[in-house]
């Protein structure tokens, strides 16, 4: 029997180890598939109501690393995670996207020769402040399979040099979490927030970039002001986010059609998605979810790392330029929206395909 440690460290891990797990049941007379939550998020906002919403069984191990400086987190993870390999001795360790917890667990993998998947390899934003970027170029160097979700992904890893060999084309398994759990979709959020479908905008604001200057956040929240006269806006707020409009005496409730609320479950989550007229963000995730339900997006960022989204996809790129954000967004207000297709492969089926390349691999 063939052993595979995944890991799951912060919230866009989970929806993506879900349908992996459940890929890789289909082969549990051949490999045991176990998972490692290293606690990088922890409120139950943020983890416990994944797990249930994705129905993945209680993690194997728990590393309850918490928060901390980057370098505290990663070194943590790092800690544990050695002891859980050096008892378990898998055959692979499996890592998705770019947290923290992705190249912690992938660095200590690989200095004890064990098999490194990573399952969301290639993407760039060549953007160096990103810390993201750092734990995707690095984690990419020491992964054994690299996993890709979009074409551009397959040319940055060949630009970089990786052997081509160890590169697999299989589509996105966010999509596949999307696409199994839509129809599981309800008004609930709708009806609590007084939200009707397509007259409303979803927004969600985490990264450093947005949400750690009080200039960039002041500036932010007075464009968010001026929109919701024209739509109602709902704004499910990071942890981050919160802390610093706590910070910077900015949270404030007192426009009714700026709704500000605590993070969101995956399938709540979803459901807002789906019925959205408007999306602003600077998630990663979002851009591709938004893309598959062709849902207009704005991506308050200056560069991004799912170009697809943006190529083929309703997803516009329009970086830290406030002005321009505000005149895109009341552009799709007025009815003026930019077509979208489904990119290659993103199917549903990207899991299916990863847990099928890596049981002939492994035996
Ligand atoms: C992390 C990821 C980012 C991802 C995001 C999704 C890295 C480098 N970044 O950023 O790519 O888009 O998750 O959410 O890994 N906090 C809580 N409760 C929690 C988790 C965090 O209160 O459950 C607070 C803490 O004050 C913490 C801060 O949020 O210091 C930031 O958390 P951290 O995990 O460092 O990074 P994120 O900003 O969440």
């Not at 029997?1 to 993506?16: D, E, L, Q, Y």
């Not at 062709?294 to 799912?306: A, F, H």
Request: aromatic fraction near 8%; proline fraction near 4%.
């Amino acid at each position: 029997m063939k052993k595979i440690i995944s890991v799951v460290g912060a919230r866009p891990n989970f929806m993506k180890i879900a349908p992996i797990h459940r890929a890789f049941l289909k082969y549990k007379d051949q490999v045991q598939h176990l998972i490692c939550h290293t606690g990088q998020h922890y409120d139950e906002k943020m983890s416990k109501v994944f797990f249930d919403d994705l129905e993945l069984p209680k993690p194997d191990f728990y590393l309850g690393v918490g928060s901390g400086s980057h370098a505290e987190q990663t070194a943590k993870v790092m800690i544990e995670f050695e002891k859980i390999l050096l008892k378990e001795k898998p055959d692979l360790v499996l890592v998705v996207g770019d947290v923290n917890s992705t190249i912690a667990c992938s660095l200590t993998a690989a200095k004890l020769h064990i098999k490194i998947v990573h399952v969301e390899a290639g993407l760039r934003s060549f953007d160096k402040n990103m810390p993201e970027e750092i734990n995707r170029v690095l984690t990419d160097r020491i992964s054994d399979y690299l996993f890709v979700t979009e074409k551009s992904g397959l040319e940055n890893l060949k630009h970089e040099g990786v052997d081509y060999s160890k590169v697999f084309f299989v589509g996105n398994v966010m999509i596949d979490s999307l696409a199994y759990y839509l129809n599981k979709t309800n008004g609930r959020m709708l009806d609590k927030f007084g939200l009707e479908p397509q007259n409303y905008i979803l927004v969600t604001l985490h990264r450093p970039s947005n949400v750690d200057s009080k200039e960039q956040l002041t500036k932010l929240f007075g464009m968010l002001d001026r929109i919701s006269q024209k739509r109602k806006i709902l704004f499910p707020i990071h942890p981050r986010t919160l802390k610093n409009l706590k910070e910077y005496s900015l949270l404030d409730e007192s426009n009714k059609n700026l709704i500000l609320t605590e993070p969101i479950g995956y399938i709540d989550f979803l459901s807002l998605t789906k019925n959205a007229e408007l999306i602003l963000t600077d998630s990663g995730g979002i851009q591709e979810e938004s893309t598959y339900l062709g849902v207009q997006c704005i991506t308050l960022r200056t560069s991004t790392e799912r170009p697809i989204t943006v190529e083929v996809g309703t997803n516009q790129l329009l970086g830290n330029d406030l002005d321009k954000a505000e005149n895109a967004a009341l552009e799709i207000l007025n009815g003026n929206r930019k077509p979208g297709k489904i990119p290659e492969l993103w199917d549903g089926k990207a899991a299916e395909r990863i847990a099928e390349i890596l049981i002939q691999k492994l035996n």
